[in-house]
């Protein structure tokens, strides 16, 4: 169907451009930058309609209260770095509708992840905190490795907000006129090395536990999101927000589906994302393209800063997310409305805030803290795929179904299959990693299932998640041992 409306427009644009090279907006002044077809304009009313789009995207959703502690996460590409100038001009005394939150930037380095030397590392550290410097914020500049000295739950206790409650935020606001002058507190700099040389160490031995890009790529997101989500929650922020623009997210979209990411899709790629309970996550970058932003930050001169990712130079079938990546680009090329259409499904994708909050702790996925998919009847899709999965393995089915319980009475040369259920319970040495895996697996929803699958050891995953695990585990034997004494539900 795009492709008709394509192939009109194409039709129609030698004529136009003959009859109009003026803004669509003012119509006086010539057009400088055509966003897409029919879409023409000068300098001032582009920048006007680029800061409308973000300021009427935080008013539409009306999660950001008035006096608000607000993290912007920056990793210094242009879509963040965007989102930090938008930030910055919607703060200051002359905008028009001013924006009424506390921010503070946070920059996570994942240098050691990808084997970057200390020096690279430290000097794209000096770079970003120049670049934060400038905008007066307080700024929180971490290394990846932070996540190995989490201890705490990542999850928090949710606190699902009235529609009222805005309202009386901002009326609480303007009585009092909380101040938005805001100070700098910078970690960076302190006596203290930077990072420890065996922190660097326990990541890298993390990153190469993953065989494939594909699920090392997984783990880094994952494990820059707990870092971020732990920062917040630390230092007093009640919101995060992350610059994914509808490119990115069009790309995150069509890569969660194949990779089995289908139920998380909402939170995934919406507006706000609450699955931390307190701490919630908003995208407001998330209307505009790719090209959009590229524009924007060129004619307006908006700094930002090259860091490399898993997949920088790297082969275009490296990665499922690479590969889709590539796929889309393509795409949009030859079909202009491509990351458009993808991203209007997004759209479409919601699911109630409410519901996904009040779900219980141990029904939530380890990795990914979405609520757990993987409880379905016998007679299903995804019982069928795990059956097809053992069968091509040689493994005996009924055995080891790796979801029901094991029982640690049937034991374990002759099945090949092993008895040690629990991450103590390891008198037993045969078959102990296949244990480990199946283990955390029952904790796991499908897609971070499939993660896991492609890592050579779980033991070398952050301390957190390890011990949320063994929790639950001894939680869900407590359970099972006082079953006989508990009423049904
Ligand atoms: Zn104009
Ligand atoms: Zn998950």
């Given at each position: 169907?795009?492709?008709?409306?394509?192939?009109?427009?194409?039709?129609?644009?030698?004529?136009?451009?003959?009859?109009?090279?003026?803004?669509?907006?003012?119509?006086?002044?010539?057009?400088?930058?055509?966003?897409?077809?029919?879409?023409?304009?000068?300098?001032?009313?582009?920048?006007q309609y680029f800061r409308h789009k973000f300021r009427a995207m935080l008013g539409k959703n009306r999660i950001i209260f008035p006096g608000e502690?607000v993290?912007?996460?920056?990793?210094?590409?242009?879509?963040?770095?965007?989102m930090?100038?938008q930030v910055?001009e919607g703060l200051?005394?002359?905008a028009h509708k001013r924006l009424r939150f506390?921010?503070?930037?946070?920059?996570?380095?994942?240098?050691?992840?990808?084997?970057?030397?200390?020096?690279?590392?430290?000097?794209?550290?000096?770079?970003?905190?120049?670049?934060?410097?400038?905008?007066?914020?307080?700024?929180?500049?971490?290394?990846?490795?932070?996540?190995?000295?989490?201890?705490?739950?990542?999850?928090?206790?949710?606190?699902?907000q009235?529609a009222?409650a805005y309202k009386?935020a901002v009326?609480?606001f303007i009585?009092?006129?909380?101040?938005?002058?805001?100070?700098?507190?910078?970690?960076?700099?302190?006596?203290?090395?930077?990072?420890?040389?065996?922190?660097?160490?326990?990541?890298?031995?993390?990153?190469?536990?993953?065989?494939?890009?594909?699920?090392?790529?997984?783990?880094?997101?994952?494990?820059?999101?707990?870092?971020?989500?732990?920062?917040?929650?630390?230092?007093?922020?009640?919101k995060?927000m992350?610059?994914?623009?509808?490119?990115?997210?069009?790309?995150?979209?069509?890569?969660?589906?194949?990779?089995?990411?289908?139920?998380?899709?909402?939170?995934?790629?919406?507006f706000s994302?609450?699955?931390?309970?307190?701490?919630?996550?908003v995208r407001p970058m998330r209307d505009y393209?790719?090209?959009?932003?590229?524009?924007?930050?060129?004619?307006?001169?908006?700094?930002?800063?090259?860091?490399?990712?898993?997949?920088?130079?790297?082969?275009?079938?490296?990665?499922?997310?690479?590969?889709?990546?590539?796929?889309?680009?393509?795409?949009?090329?030859?079909?202009?409305?491509?990351?458009?259409?993808?991203?209007?499904?997004?759209?479409?994708?919601?699911?109630?805030?409410?519901?996904?909050?009040?779900?219980?702790?141990?029904?939530?996925?380890?990795?990914?803290?979405?609520?757990?998919?993987?409880?379905?009847?016998?007679?299903?899709?995804?019982?069928?795929?795990?059956?097809?999965?053992?069968?091509?393995?040689?493994?005996?089915?009924?055995?080891?179904?790796?979801?029901?319980?094991?029982?640690?009475?049937?034991?374990?040369?002759?099945?090949?299959?092993?008895?040690?259920?629990?991450?103590?319970?390891?008198?037993?040495?045969?078959?102990?990693?296949?244990?480990?895996?199946?283990?955390?697996?029952?904790?796991?929803?499908?897609?971070?299932?499939?993660?896991?699958?492609?890592?050579?050891?779980?033991?070398?995953?952050?301390?957190?998640?390890?011990?949320?695990?063994?929790?639950?585990?001894?939680?869900?034997?407590?359970?099972?041992?006082?079953?006989?004494?508990?009423?049904?539900?």
């Amino acid at each position: 169907m795009c492709q008709v409306t394509e192939e009109y427009h194409q039709d129609l644009e030698p004529e136009r451009r003959s009859v109009s090279k003026k803004c669509v907006k003012c119509k006086e002044v010539l057009a400088v930058v055509v966003i897409r077809a029919g879409d023409k304009y000068c300098r001032d009313c582009f920048d006007q309609y680029f800061r409308h789009k973000f300021r009427a995207m935080l008013g539409k959703n009306r999660i950001i209260f008035p006096g608000e502690k607000v993290l912007l996460a920056v990793s210094g590409g242009p879509s963040s770095s965007s989102m930090l100038h938008q930030v910055q001009e919607g703060l200051s005394q002359s905008a028009h509708k001013r924006l009424r939150f506390l921010p503070g930037i946070i920059y996570v380095d994942e240098g050691g992840a990808l084997g970057q030397s200390m020096e690279e590392r430290l000097l794209t550290v000096a770079k970003m905190e120049d670049m934060f410097k400038a905008t007066g914020f307080p700024c929180h500049i971490l290394p990846l490795e932070q996540v190995l000295d989490i201890t705490s739950s990542v999850l928090g206790p949710s606190s699902p907000q009235p529609a009222s409650a805005y309202k009386a935020a901002v009326d609480h606001f303007i009585r009092n006129d909380v101040s938005t002058n805001v100070t700098s507190d910078k970690e960076v700099g302190t006596s203290q090395p930077y990072v420890l040389e065996s922190k660097t160490h326990s990541l890298r031995q993390l990153m190469d536990s993953a065989k494939t890009l594909t699920a090392r790529e997984d783990l880094i997101s994952l494990l820059r999101q707990r870092v971020l989500v732990h920062t917040a929650r630390c230092e007093g922020y009640s919101k995060v927000m992350l610059g994914d623009s509808c490119t990115r997210l069009a790309v995150k979209l069509l890569s969660s589906i194949s990779q089995g990411r289908g139920a998380h899709l909402a939170q995934d790629t919406g507006f706000s994302d609450c699955r931390y309970g307190d701490i919630i996550s908003v995208r407001p970058m998330r209307d505009y393209n790719a090209k959009e932003i590229a524009y924007y930050n060129h004619m307006f001169h908006v700094p930002s800063i090259f860091t490399p990712n898993l997949h920088t130079k790297s082969k275009e079938k490296s990665s499922l997310q690479h590969l889709t990546e590539s796929f889309v680009n393509k795409l949009q090329v030859d079909f202009p409305s491509t990351v458009s259409t993808i991203y209007r499904t997004s759209e479409k994708l919601q699911t109630a805030c409410k519901n996904s909050s009040s779900v219980d702790h141990c029904e939530r996925c380890l990795l990914c803290m979405c609520s757990l998919d993987t409880a379905f009847e016998p007679a299903s899709a995804f019982q069928a795929t795990i059956l097809s999965d053992h069968l091509s393995q040689n493994k005996s089915v009924g055995a080891n179904s790796g979801f029901q319980r094991q029982n640690p009475g049937s034991c374990c040369k002759d099945t090949g299959q092993c008895c040690a259920t629990t991450f103590e319970d390891r008198s037993c040495s045969y078959g102990q990693r296949l244990a480990d895996a199946t283990d955390l697996r029952r904790w796991l929803c499908y897609s971070c299932q499939l993660t896991v699958k492609d890592m050579s050891s779980v033991d070398v995953l952050p301390q957190c998640i390890l011990s949320e695990a063994q929790r639950r585990q001894r939680r869900s034997r407590m359970r099972d041992e006082i079953s006989d004494f508990l009423l049904d539900d």
